[in-house]
């Protein structure tokens, strides 16, 4: 187990990976907490330090960073002593991810002043709040660090491929530093984006604000697509935009090849599968393998949700899929997080 690896990982593809949920969601939960917080009167900011002002801005990013923290290493304990047992499956992932969409989007529109939705936020239950009562900075730590302990609830495509790591360790204390090394090298990105949702809704007010509840909204359309994408549903962006422009992708048969009367389809994954649409015969027993060739971020979780088939592959190397004999019809597949799609149409 090498955790400057892990550490690296993080630091460099987990956060990004991770940033269009887990960040919509930490964006647009401190957007809107700063928001409902009572302004405080000009003369007052001008006689706290910079160095408290820095402390109130980073308060709710390092609740989330403990949150998450304290719910991944947990996880990674429970992967390394229990196995498979307590992994959620791919089903419930997918509709959380949904929800987790819905959510950062409501967060952009009330951050965009929609009617209806300007008073929304997320506030931790009352009794929370007496604990810590007349600490604002704890007050506005809470519900970004309630956020981080659940966001262990909707992994991303990276950081299922960490679990994978700490499955495979066989040891509750290995999978523990597998899991929370990682959560540190994501955490640079967090607190970047938790920092600027902090200023976003205090000094840029204005422009500046309605550009973030855009980008909020755009972070939650997005991750609720990926949703889409995972549920197979007509109204994903890969299916309804070939539909309204009346393009597709051609089907290619260039990476099929039969032996002994089985057909073996290869599909490349690196920064994303190829080719995206390969066409097969039906009812000829089938073997697809995927063929990982520098595979990073979500492509490394393939997922076939219509089989219920769930691959973490390899950085390099083949991971054989046994898909039958296939009807006709079409097979599609995804990354863990519905960002990168591909289909196998039958005929």
């Known amino acids: 187990m090498n955790l400057a690896a892990v550490l690296a990982t993080g630091l460099f593809a987990g956060g990004v990976s991770c940033a269009a949920v887990q960040g919509g969601l930490l964006a647009g939960l401190i957007a809107r907490q700063r928001g409902h917080a009572p302004s405080t009167p000009g003369s007052v900011q001008e006689q706290q330090s910079v160095r408290a002002r820095l402390k109130d801005d980073l308060t709710p990013v390092s609740g989330f960073l403990a949150g998450k923290l304290v719910s991944h290493t947990l996880l990674g304990a429970l992967l390394g002593a229990l196995g498979g047992v307590v992994q959620l499956s791919p089903a419930v992932r997918t509709y959380l ?18 009617p209806g939705l300007r008073n929304f936020t997320v ?19 809470l519900a970004p660090a309630a956020l981080g302990l659940v966001s262990v609830l909707i992994p991303c495509g990276v950081t299922l491929s960490v679990e994978a790591l700490a499955l495979t360790s066989g040891s509750p204390w290995q999978g523990a530093a597998i899991m929370a090394v990682f959560v540190v090298g994501t955490s640079p990105l967090f607190a970047v984006l938790g920092y600027a949702a902090r200023k976003a809704g205090t000094a840029w007010r204005g422009r500046l604000a309605a550009v973030t509840g855009v980008v909020i909204v755009a972070m939650g359309l997005y991750t609720f697509n990926g949703g889409l994408e995972l549920t197979g549903s007509p109204l994903a962006a890969s299916r309804i935009i070939p ?18 009367g089985k057909q073996v389809v290869v599909i490349e994954a690196s920064s994303t599968y190829s080719p995206s649409n390969v066409q097969i ?12 060739d520098r595979a990073q971020g979500c492509v490394r979780s393939f997922l076939i949700p219509s089989r219920g088939v769930e691959k973490i592959l390899p950085v390099q190397g083949d991971t054989p899929i046994n898909l039958g004999a296939p009807k006709p019809g079409t097979i ?12 196998i149409t039958a005929t």
């Not at 991810?97 to 929609?114: D, E, H, K, R």
């Not at 539909?243 to 002994?260: E, I, K, P």
């Not at 089938?286 to 063929?291: D, F, G, H, Q, S």
């Open 97 to 114: 991810q949904l929800a987790a969409g819905l959510l950062i989007i409501m967060f952009g529109l009330a951050q965009l002043g929609v």
């Open 281 to 292: 015969r039906a009812g000829v027993p089938t073997t697809l393998i995927v063929r990982s």
């Open 332 to 343: 599609t597949y995804s990354c863990g997080m519905g960002m990168y799609t591909g289909t």
């Open 243 to 260: 539909a309204a422009t009346g393009s597709s992708d051609s089907a290619s048969a260039s990476t099929v090849s039969t032996v002994d």
């Open 123 to 141: 506030e931790p239950p009352l009794s929370w709040l007496r604990i810590v009562r007349n600490r604002a900075r704890a007050q506005s730590a």
